[in-house]
């Protein structure tokens, strides 16, 4: 069966620091994948998604990138973090060619201080 | 692209009660309308969805309709319970990249 590892559950970080969140998924391959920002009560903004290796798209301008230097893994980077990035951070893969639901990760809760 | 728009926003329904949330969807080639559950703190997690070429589909207590003329789609949970307090979210996507676009959510609270 396919599991998606998510890491750390928690993180404080001062503003100006880097960032650096891993996602890895097991039991499947070529997923597509994605990381979703959720604000406190808010809904959930697509942040990047990658259909392959090296494949990155980026949906909103920010202060963040995504690699994916591996099928399985991607990972979610900063080079300084801002105040305005704390939030909840949610990694999802779903299988290729469209139709089927995300599964999440189990989340990162990043606090930016 | 697409843009889905959720409602209502919070909801409260008394135990036992039946409780409705609806999205619209802006891009009719959208083929794929999932719903999440998420637990306070937790990740969101899939509990029902359709495709465009049924209009309803039921899983015990939940059920989703689909209207594509209308490019709507609701879910409904009858018989609630305290364990149904979440917020619900629902989405719209089409093939290819398989995208999902969210709504806003649904803080539903059941109430005894």
């Known amino acids: 069966s396919q599991t998606i590892h998510q890491w750390p559950a928690t993180l404080v970080q001062p503003v100006g620091s880097p960032l650096s969140l891993e996602c890895t998924v097991e039991?499947?391959?070529?997923?597509?994948l994605y990381w979703y920002r959720q604000a406190a009560g808010r809904g959930l903004q697509l942040l990047f998604y990658?259909?392959?290796?090296?494949?990155i798209s980026s949906e909103v301008p920010q202060n963040l990138s995504a690699s994916r230097p591996q099928d399985r893994q991607f990972i979610l980077s900063s080079k300084k973090l801002l105040l305005s990035d704390s939030g909840f951070y949610l990694c999802?893969?779903?299988?290729?060619?469209?139709?089927?639901?995300?599964?999440f990760g189990s989340g990162t809760r990043l606090t930016v201080v | 692209g697409e843009n889905v728009e959720q409602h209502p926003s919070t909801l409260s329904v008394q135990e036992g009660d039946s409780a409705v949330i609806k999205c619209t969807y802006s891009?009719?080639?959208?083929?794929?309308f999932p719903w999440y559950k998420q637990e306070l703190g937790k990740r969101p997690q899939l509990i029902i969805d359709?495709?465009?070429?049924?209009g309803e589909k039921k899983d015990q207590r939940i059920a989703v309709t689909l209207n594509k003329t209308a490019k709507h789609f609701s879910l409904h949970i009858t018989e609630t319970q305290p364990e149904d307090s979440a917020v619900y979210f629902c989405?719209?996507?089409?093939?290819?990249?398989?995208?999902?676009?969210f709504g806003t959510g649904t803080q539903l609270k059941v109430e005894l």
């Open positions: 999802a893969w779903s299988r290729i060619g469209g139709g089927y639901g995300y599964t």
């Open positions: 039991g499947t391959s070529n997923p597509n």
């Open positions: 990658s259909v392959g290796i090296g494949q």
């Open positions: 891009d009719s080639a959208s083929n794929y």
């Open positions: 359709i495709r465009s070429n049924v």
């Open positions: 989405a719209a996507g089409t093939g290819g990249g398989n995208k999902l676009t």
